[in-house]
């Protein structure tokens, strides 16, 4: 099965609200990193974290190598923030292949 | 300026041909990485790379070769082509050390026909 379970699937946000991303992981990990793919299909960096918590602006993430799994929290959302989300992680001790979710969609409405 | 950069943006190929997607990063990286992305399945590794002149295959490299004669340039083969690599290919440069941080190209949208 899947290393990395990513929900939901897809999110539909009005702007001003916030939700929460997810991904767990079905074995211990060494790092995560968050993306977002944007409208002109670039995938851009959000965070990268090997334990505890970042926040940039509007966006905060989380990760718990012990509890298998993390979290990507958006507050105040934005139409910007429209796109499709992802996580990645690599098995602890493993050579450097990271495994991604297979995404969130996210939807800002007015 | 873009440190990791890939070229064509845009393919249209034909079934049977071969397609080079080159990968060029300026980051001074050791790792490189191809994936390809389509809907529902996220991103899966293809080949990726540790150094000049190696390649190891990922999740997915049946149909693919992969080539690092350098540092800086990765490149991916599709000896014969088919519709079914029909996608859009991401390239990434990466750390090594304990930490895998990875740093993504714009993208590379092939149609095979």
């Known amino acids: 099965g899947d290393q990395v379970e990513q929900s939901p699937s897809a999110l539909s946000l009005h702007e001003g609200t916030g939700s929460a991303l997810r991904c767990n992981f079905t074995t211990t990990m060494r790092a995560v990193q968050w993306f977002r793919k944007n409208s002109r299909g670039s995938l851009i960096n959000l965070f990268y974290l090997a334990s505890g918590t970042k926040e940039n602006g509007r966006l905060k993430s989380a990760f718990d190598s012990k509890e298998r799994y993390s979290t990507l929290h958006i507050r105040d959302a934005q139409l910007e923030d429209s796109g499709t989300y992802f996580c990645?992680?690599?098995?602890?001790?493993?050579?450097?292949?990271?495994?991604f979710g297979k995404g969130t969609s996210l939807v800002v409405h007015p | 300026e873009a440190a990791v950069t890939q070229s064509p943006r845009n393919k249209v190929a034909v079934t049977g041909g071969k397609v080079t997607l080159s990968c060029n990063q300026t980051?001074?990286?050791?790792?490189m990485y191809w994936y390809r992305q389509d809907t529902g399945h996220g991103l899966r590794l293809i080949h990726y790379s540790y150094g000049a002149g190696s390649t190891e295959k990922g999740d997915i490299p049946d149909g693919y070769k992969a080539s690092r004669p350098s540092q800086e340039n990765f490149s991916l083969i599709l000896e014969l082509a088919t519709p079914s690599q029909t996608s859009v290919y991401f390239c990434a440069s990466g750390v090594t050390g304990g930490a895998y941080e990875q740093y993504f190209g714009p993208g590379t949208r092939l149609t095979v026909l």
């Open positions: 980051n001074n990286h050791n790792n």
């Open positions: 990645a992680a690599e098995v602890s001790g493993g050579n450097y292949k990271p495994t």
